[in-house]
């Protein structure tokens, strides 16, 4: 059996990415990384998902990426956008939610612990149509990835390094939620706004939630 | 003046390399990363070689790779080599000290810290002389991770990420400490040692001692 590391936020996409590498008949070791971001609520999410997907294992771990900050989701100087592309007005074509390295460490982690399983594959739920602000959302990105997994893990000295496997990449969210529910998704556990209330419900006004909703309204459910 | 962010370890090859920053022109943000690793001592070696060498700034992030272990500096289960190259025999051609993805992870920090602080450089003292069978001490390595800076920042979709500068590859341990003595290096304010005793004196027998007080007695000095 294929063993794989699977990067698993509790989000929709991750969450997708998770059914598909079972799918695809891989013995997954979901790795979640809370970040410090505003969204704790995420890794309840995270544990919902790990447990209805029946991972092998879950483990999460604790980084602080608001100890240098630079994003509306890990600066609380900086306030997540509420009212859809464009507002605030901006000149960056960068959303203000992107997190500096975000994914690079995501990945290095998963690296790092796909050398300690022997797990031969990391799934990551990264999507270059709905985000393609984030410049580590992008297939260049992965590409850049696989060659540095290549080179710099012990399988890659003996020959090549865990296979980086990024499903979702070219699918629109209407597309990954239809793949999800075609493999038994339940999708209310799942969790995506940036800006949850207290109690943990999504404000439905923030890109991720807009996103989220107009996609769920594409394919006839909410 | 060039902002670069410094990667500081407390140990003799990174002071040596922000001394080398320093006189390059270079503005250094210094950036430890403790990673529970055994030997927390080399913080304190890493707060006085800041000071020392007057770096900008100094911050000191907390990670944690005793999470998933499968190293003898971050996991109590796998002992500290103590008797020199073949002791105890093994097969494999990589230390037990090597840390999985540690310098992939260590430079995806530096990497966003640079982004949040825009610095144009990145200095990492990896070196692949003395520590040959560290995979992510070659140049191979540090050559794929400049191409994924080139597309995983803001920077590189701008035009190309924060410059990679490893300075000490082909140097050997003794050449460096040559270097870091014409720039003015105190090395005494500096820790190698892999598992320093309770009081944090180095053991004097571990790979990195061994190879330490080799290097110094090779220029005529300890």
């Given at each position: 059996m294929t063993r794989a590391v699977v990067l698993l936020s509790g989000g929709l996409d991750s969450a997708t990415c998770l059914a598909i590498a079972r799918a695809e008949g891989c013995e997954c070791h979901a790795l979640t990384i809370a970040y410090g971001q505003r969204h704790a609520v995420e890794l309840d999410a995270a544990r919902r998902v790990a447990a209805a997907l029946s991972a092998a294992s879950h483990k999460i771990i604790q980084i602080d990426l608001r100890a240098f900050g630079g994003s509306a989701l890990t600066d609380d100087a900086i306030d997540v956008p509420?009212?859809?592309?464009?507002h605030p007005p901006?000149?960056?074509?960068?959303?203000?939610?992107y997190v500096p390295a975000r994914n690079t460490i995501f990945l290095a982690y998963a690296m790092g612990y796909a050398e300690v399983l022997d797990a031969s594959r990391i799934y990551v739920g990264v999507n270059a149509v709905d985000y393609s602000g984030y410049p580590d959302c992008r297939p260049a990105f992965v590409e850049a990835f696989q060659r540095l997994a290549d080179v710099a893990t012990k399988a890659g000295v003996e020959g090549h390094g865990p296979r980086v496997v990024a499903p979702l990449m070219q699918m629109t969210k209407a597309d990954i939620i239809r793949r999800g529910m075609a493999l038994g998704i339940d999708y209310s556990l799942t969790h995506s706004c940036y800006d949850p209330t207290?109690?943990?419900?999504?404000?439905?006004?923030c890109d991720s939630c807009r996103i989220r909703d107009e996609a769920f309204a594409a394919v006839g459910n909410r």
């Open positions: 509420k009212d859809g592309p464009g901006s000149a960056d074509p960068i959303p203000v939610t207290p109690d943990g419900r999504p404000c439905g006004r």
